[in-house]
């Protein structure tokens, strides 16, 4: 009821007492002092308290509210005028805001915060402005730019991204900027199922970033690692790190990187036909994702547990976590992280549930989608669903079938994928088996035995 001067006024006299009461103890009451110099207008000083309390929420994976902190910061900025001081406070202020929204806000919107960032490094605001880019924004925008381009599926773009930031880590002298690139450009391939590539990568990550400390960043790239160590075949190697990685993010208190550590070990088991475990994991990354809002997490989580569902004969189950994955999908803006094996996914949902003539065109279009993002592992599971589906039809067309499943298997070996290579060899025993050529059969059967013996993995053959 109070006039707006007068509120104003009454605002900042008490964010000042509260200067004066608690001046040892100011980082406890950084939000408090915050919101009041923020609503008495005072710019500078509301600035000064907000992006602290930003940092102390982002520090405590308070996301929601780091943001919020993040984004009146930035509102309070464009109040003050232009400098190259402010400009400077601007870039790093979008920087925090994009890294604390990366799973939680539309890829779209962080690409917008991002191009503002890059434009004020590139240019400055005019005379004020600075008179070089700083090289550390510069990285950190790079850096940004891939994993926003990593969430919206696209790899080459997101590796591009990362190789900028080695360039200027490497002129930096950053060891924790020398050693993302690294992890990240690792992720990507393991995504796209390069999975010998991506060991050898991650293998070298998890090492660098262990040695700087760097907690959250380790889970991942530790988890990306696990996964590649399961699909080139070492699953007691995989599933120990895997498990490592959940431990550590429980360790660190940090739901973001234990969505991580999660979800990869659900990707891991389902490569070690570990389905029933796959589901439980994947089961847990929803409700967690729900919970602390990481909606790409959550759209990323219902593929996964159809998957699951589908090979455990829950074909409704199954249908409905692919209908709620398409509705998260439509809230983020459409294309995201593994549409392309998603769309893979769905081809074999359809073959596990008998519904041959839809799989046909469903693998079609996921081999479309898969060759457009270089994805070696959704080519792998499409071809091995499109062979199946050909082989079931009435008459079956066994020469297409099988033309497929060697594509299948070619795709698998060009990534190093060995387990996923089993899954096409177990189904093409089958196809052989139904043919009525035994000794094909046998010979694809040896081959699933023989990486199954070497995996430590025992799977029905039969």
Not at 24 to 51: I, N, T
Not at 188 to 216: H, K, M, W
Not at 274 to 299: D, G, K, M, P, S
Not at 356 to 375: M, T
Request: charged share 20%; aromatic share 6%; glycine share 6%.
């Amino acid at each position: 009821s109070l006039l707006a001067a007068r509120r104003k006024e009454l605002h900042r006299r008490a964010g000042e007492a509260l200067e004066v009461v608690f001046a040892d103890r100011l980082g406890e009451f950084q939000s408090v002092l915050a919101e009041h110099f923020r609503r008495a207008e005072a710019w500078e000083r509301a600035v000064a308290y907000l992006v602290p309390a930003g940092d102390a929420a982002a520090r405590l994976f308070a996301v929601r509210e780091a943001a919020q902190h993040y984004q009146y910061a930035l509102d309070a900025l464009a109040q003050l005028p232009v400098s190259a001081e402010t400009q400077r406070q601007r870039v790093d202020l979008l920087i925090k805001r994009v890294s604390v929204s990366l799973l939680a806000d539309k890829p779209d919107e962080n690409l917008a915060r991002l191009a503002e960032a890059q434009a004020l490094v590139s240019t400055g605001p005019g005379p004020a402005g600075p008179a070089d880019p700083d090289p550390r924004q510069r990285a950190w925008i790079a850096f940004l730019l891939g994993r926003v381009c990593h969430y919206q599926n696209r790899m080459p773009e997101a590796i591009g991204h990362f190789r900028q930031v080695l360039a200027l880590a490497a002129d930096l002298g950053d060891p924790e900027l020398l050693a993302l690139p690294s992890s990240v450009i690792g992720q990507a391939l393991s995504v796209q199922g390069r999975f010998t590539q991506a060991e050898a990568l991650l293998r070298q990550a998890v090492a660098s970033l262990d040695q700087i400390g760097n907690g959250p960043e380790w889970v991942r790239a530790a988890g990306y690692w696990g996964n590649a160590l399961t699909a080139i075949g070492q699953w007691p190697a995989g599933r120990d790190a895997g498990q490592q990685c959940i431990q550590r993010a429980l360790d660190l208190r940090s739901p973001p990187a234990l969505l991580t550590a999660r979800y990869v070990m659900s990707f891991n088991y389902m490569a070690a036909g570990q389905t029933q475990a796959a589901l439980e994991e994947v089961r847990r990354v929803a409700e967690l994702a729900q919970q602390h809002e990481q909606w790409v997490n959550l759209y990323a989580a219902y593929p996964v547990q159809a998957w699951a569902e589908s090979r455990l004969g829950d074909h409704d189950g199954a249908q409905g976590s692919m209908a709620r994955c398409d509705e998260m999908a439509r809230q983020l803006g459409g294309r995201l992280i593994l549409a392309d094996v998603f769309a893979a996914i769905r081809a074999e949902l359809a073959v596990n549930a008998g519904r041959y003539a839809e799989a046909i065109p469903l693998a079609a279009q996921a081999l479309e989608v898969s060759r457009a993002a270089g994805g070696l592992l959704s080519e792998s599971i499409a071809q091995r669903t499109w062979g199946q589906a050909l082989a079931a039809l009435d008459p079956p067309d066994w020469a297409a079938a099988e033309s497929h499943l060697a594509a299948a298997l070619t795709a698998a070996e060009n990534g190093g994928n060995r387990m996923e290579a089993a899954h096409t060899h177990r189904a093409w025993s089958r196809l052989a088996a139904r043919r009525g050529d035994a000794a094909a059969a046998r010979a694809h059967r040896a081959q699933v035995a023989a990486q199954l013996a070497e995996s430590g993995l025992d799977w029905p053959l039969d």
